[in-house]
């Protein structure tokens, strides 16, 4: 189990920085729209945050999940 927790967390950081780049659009021209510039922006911080969640809840899972091991740990030992 923590094997493919701590893989899993690795894996999320690898894949992490490739994600948002295809998010990203392509300046058009130079005079790029303000507008435009900003919606992308966004986007990208909407794309990063739910990156950070899903990793935070990862984190979570993975602590629960050693918290009861080492529960079951101490039961086994008494």
Request: glycine fraction near 2%; proline fraction near 3%; charge should be positive.
């Amino acid at each position: 189990m923590k094997r493919v927790a701590a893989s899993l967390l690795l894996a999320a950081c690898i894949l992490a920085p490739s994600i948002p780049a295809s998010a990203q659009r392509e300046n058009r021209s130079i005079g790029e729209n303000s507008r435009e510039a900003g919606k992308a922006a966004k986007q990208q911080q909407k794309a990063s945050k739910k990156l950070a969640k899903k990793q935070r809840k990862a984190a979570k899972k993975y602590q629960k999940q050693q918290r009861k091991a080492a529960k079951q740990q101490q039961r086994r030992t008494k």
